[in-house]
Every structure is written in C-alpha cells, then in structure tokens.
C-alpha cells in the first residue's frame, strides 16, 4: 500500500523533502503545503532583486505548482496554511487563504518545514507602511516597488546579519541617490566574523558609501526617521527590518511535539520529532554543533536540503549517519567576499575550548598575474592537539575555496599537521605554490610548537599608546609612505648591522607589511641569543584594517601615520 506524505513548507527543506521521498517512491502521494503564493523559491538570492540583478520578482520563483506536477508527480497547494495538526487522527487541518475555507487531509508521514519569521520588535511605529521585512518573493517585491516610487531618498535597514548587509547593498547598488544606513546594534556585524576580521567588512561598507552604525539598536520608527537606543536620529522614509529570525515553532507547539532548548523543534538524528510519525527539517529545528559540543540553531539552505533528504530516507528505512553541523557561510560585500566555518574566537571561549588563532595576508594568486589582492586568512586550532577548529577568510577572490577546504578538513577531523600536507591545486592564476591554507597551517605550527612568539592586531593600539618598543623591517620607502607612529625603523635588510638598536632587556615587537618579514627578522634575532621578540599578526596591512573604521566613525586619533591597504 503506497503512503501518503505531506510536507507543509516548501522551499529548501520543504520541497527537497518531497522531491527526495518521489524519487524514492514513485506510487506515494506526496502533498505539499505553502501559506504563500509560491511554493519553491530562491530564498538566498532576494535582496538582488533590489538591485536589479535579478530584473523580475518572479524570476525568483524557481517552480510553480503546474511544473511540480507534471515533472514529479507532486501536489503543490500555495496559499494553503496548515492551521493544526491532530496526531491521534493523524491529520492536519488546511485553511484555503483564498476562500478561507478549511478543511482536513490524513498522513501516513508527516514532515513539517516551516522555516523561521523575520524578528520585528514590538517599538514604537513598528507596524508603519513604510516598515518592511525580507522573508519571500512577495516581500522583496513590495520593497522594491516602495523604495522606486520615486518618494524615497533615506533608507534604514536595521540588523547586520546577512540579510541586512545583502540588502543594504542591493539598495545602494540600485540607486547612487539612496542614502542607506545600516544599524547594528553589536558592536560588529555578521556574528559567524570575529571583531578583528570583521573590521575589514566595515572598512568596505563605509568606502562604498553606507551610513553603518554599530553599537546602537532601534528604538522607534517615526514617519521620516528613526530614533537609535542613543538617541540619535537617522532620516528614513523606508525602514528593512533584519534583526534576525526566530524559528517558526507555533504549529509543533500546539501539537505537543517537544521543543528544543533553543527554541526549535527538537529531533532525533533522523530529524523525527517526538511523535514517530512526523519530522521536521530546515530552520525551525534545533540541530547539534560538532566542534561546540552543544545544540544551536542554523538557518542556511545547505544544511536544510540535507536534513530533508535525510528524513525522507528515514521514512523508507534508508539509514542516515548523522555528523552535526560547523556553520560553513559565505557572503559578498561590495568588493569583498567572505566566508567561515567552524567555531570562531567567541564560539571557542563560550565552548571553554583552548585554542590559539593565526591570521595571514598572503596574496590569493601569484602576484605578478593581474587581478591578485591581498586574502586575509585566520585559522584557530585546539591547543594542544593542533585540532583545526575554525576559519575567516576576506578578500576580493576565491576565499569561499579556501574556507571550503577547511570545512573539509574539520569534517574529517583534521589537525594543522594534515593541513600543512594536503595537496592542493596549483597555476599562477588560481592560487600561489604554497597555498594560503597550507602557509596557515605552517605558520600555526610554528605557533603551537613555540617556535615564535606574536601579538594580534586587536593589542597593537595598546602597545603604540604605552611606547612599546616596535620594529618596523619594511623597507625606507615602505615605511615613509604610512608607518605606526613610535615605530622604529630597521629594514630586513640592515637589522644585522644595527643590533645596537635592538634591545635585549625589555619586549620588542616587530612588523613588516604582512608579518613574512618580520617572522625572518625574529628567527634570525632569536639565533642570536634575543628571546624577547614579538612578531605582530597581520602586521601594518592588518593593523591599517583594523583601525580605519573604528577611527573615521569615532574621530579617535590614528597610531599611524598612513593607511595602506594594498
């Protein structure tokens, strides 16, 4: 007797659930349920709709109901909200949004994918016209036809998650006119970056012409401006709320299934819930972190589309190996592309996990071929097993190849000995001989078997503020162009000349243009007899990175003379 599945929630963990248990079972009756107008859609791409990337809303619909039918045998009912589940009948009450008319279908299986809803306080004007969110195709295409009415000249998007920024940057990409700012209330945005790395995000975002405040959340809309925790007053005739998202849990709830400690369904390995016929997938559930040890929540597509296919082969006896979840993401700003994976700085320290970071510039390509640029690359690993945890990577190329790699290599439990081994791809137009992921590796190494000392940049203003003894090994030109202000100048080239300059007595800290240099400088120095050297991470590059947003938002005074970027 061929069975009877219905999924309520389309797009990735919805119809990937339902597409996935047809090819599984070609007699099955597999029912689909979505309280909106479509029922499979490209969530990921909607803030490029704004920009005009994506010319038409309804190019973002990736299938209708007709081509789920007539391609995979499956009923796809939009404008269909499931309203209640009855577990001991096994069926689920439909209301028709159309009619508004309900009515009750039986399952065999059930799969529930409700995904999450956008986070709107509840402040003062939050309810206004001019406030929107960013959760389908019908959203984005209500926003775009509000902020190019012609009316609109200041646009706040409140949140600095991933939507926040794509949209923030979608709307600047749209209209040069638009003056767009974006409000964090953190201190940083996107979280999966530590406050070092992320740095160079604000650095982009502010150069590309976006008002980013941080450290200051929302407190009321009003007609043409908001007003911040602070006080302070932003104009704006159009409002994007993308504080976050909280999981879609209503249904589950009223159904008695058992609710995580996150806040989202909880499920087995299996993604079956507490009711042996029902499962749930996608980002209404509670998932487990591998490397924190602990439950989390995460809502990105890729994990979605896995947990679906997972749970319909639980429902035909296919067996699942279940691995957790590292939180791999990637994003673009502008200019800048960035991705991470695995457990970052905070992530560590909250897991009470002893780890110590490397943070590299090397070029992405070989530096004479055109278009290479420098990658900032950061690395934590375990201390004292050399376990890789974690990895930041920002710059203008392939940063998404190389996080890849090491979400790879945390899946299969590697250490910093393993990285430094793997055999990569290699032409002078895709990366450089030593690629960055293996010189990270090399250079944690170093770190962990105390062969060097280093400071990271995030210590380098303390350090310029107290007259801390620095050297500067750049070369004179380099060094006149832009160099911190109590920094010494003794080029790789001359320090075996001018030891007299070098005290023994007190810490020294030495830096170059991105810490190659300056690591040769301190082998050398420590052969003759100096153990008191610190090599600073990332270096003037780093540093220049780190301090410029900090220093135009705060009119703070600069610990260097220049900025270079290059």
Known sequence: MSKRILVVGGVAGGASAAARARRLDEFAEVIM?????????????????LSGMIAESQDLVLMDPVEFKTKYNIEARVNSEV??????QKTIRVKDLETGKEYEENYDKLVLSPGANPIVPKIEGYDADHVFTVRNVVDIDKLNRYVQSGKIKDIAVIGGGFIGVEVAENLQLADADFNVTLVEAADQIMAPFDYDMVQILHKEMLDKGINLIVGD????????????????????QAVVMAIGVRPEIALAQEAGLDIGETGGILVDHNY?????????VGDAIEVYH????????????????RQARAAADHIYGIPHRNTGVIGSSCVKIFDMKAASTGLNEKMAKAAGISYDFVYIIPGDIVGLMPGNSPLHFKLIFEVPTGRILGAQAIGKGNVDKRVDVIATMIMMG???EDLKELELCYAPAFSTAKDPVNHAALVALNILNGEFKQVPVSQVRKLVEEGSYIIDVREKDEYALGHLKNAVNIPLSEFRERLDEIPKDRPVYLHCRSSQRSYNAIMALQHMGYD???????????VCNHEYFNDKTMNREKILTEYNFG
């Open 33 to 49: 349920f979505e309280k909106g107008p479509n029922v499979s859609f490209s969530n990921c791409c909607l803030p490029n709709h």
């Open 83 to 88: 309203v209640k589940v009855n577990r001991e």
């Open 217 to 236: 959340g929302i407190a009321k809309v009003l007609e043409d401006h908001i007003e911040l925790a602070s006080g302070k007053k932003v104009s704006a």
């Open 272 to 280: 079956l819930t507490s009711d042996k016929d029902i499962y749930a």
């Open 290 to 305: 591998k490397l924190a040890n602990a439950k989390t929540r995460l809502a990105l597509a890729g994990p979605a589309q």
């Open 414 to 416: 590697g250490s910093l």
């Open 532 to 542: 008191n050297l610190y090599n600073i991470s990332g270096s003037y590059l780093g």
